[in-house]
């Protein structure tokens, strides 16, 4: 599958008749909001673990040095916290765009800190797109991110402002503490 995903998410769900809908975010959407909203709330969705498996061409690397940033990958016991924000379809246009990159739209399950549930979607980078990079050791993955920038900065900031709002949700991803540790810690010097 094409990492440009525009399109195939605007074929794959319609929201005719529904003025407002919940947007899951477990990344970069739970930091930067650059989107109107009407409400949200932290969430959880069961399932699902959080990974730094996607390559990033676009925003935190480039096509020929790829960053790294998280897509979710399936885990039956798994629960990943995140945001939930409740927005108008309208919303979808800025966010397939800045999310293009091998991300596809689900419909899923949210589970509120009340305990109440609701429907909403999330944008997942599945392994069949062509920026998907896969499992890698900690350390590696912390390399390749120290390494990277692209138009939307430094892959690290990615990577730093994700693990501050992960504590901040009250979140104990251990592998985005593990690779941030090694990021703080380890010299990468190129070699």
């Avoid at 991300?103 to 999330?122: A, I, N, P, Q, W």
Wanted: glycine share 8%.
């Amino acid at each position: 599958m094409s990492a440009n995903t525009i399109e195939i998410n605007r074929a794959r769900q319609s929201f005719a008749g529904v003025s407002a809908i919940w947007l899951f975010g477990y990344g970069s959407l739970i930091y930067k909001v650059d989107f109107p909203f009407l409400e949200q709330r932290p969430a959880t969705i069961r399932g699902w673990q959080r990974r730094f498996w996607q390559g990033s061409h676009d925003h935190r690397g480039t096509p020929e040095a790829p960053g790294r940033v998280v897509t979710l990958v399936e885990q039956p016991d798994a629960v990943c916290k995140g945001m939930a924000y409740r927005v108008s379809p309208a919303v979808f246009e800025h966010l397939d765009v800045r999310e293009k990159n091998g991300y596809l739209r689900f419909t899923t399950r949210l589970t509120f800190d009340d305990g109440s549930h609701g429907e909403g979607v999330v944008y997942i980078a599945t392994e069949d797109n062509e920026a998907f990079l896969g499992h890698a050791p900690d350390e590696d993955i912390a390399r390749q991110i120290a390494r990277a920038s692209g138009p939307s900065g430094p892959n690290s900031e990615y990577l730093l402002r994700l693990a501050d709002s992960l504590r901040q949700l009250g979140d104990d991803c251990t592998h985005t503490f593990a690779i941030e540790r090694h990021l703080k810690t380890v010299p990468f010097d190129d070699e």
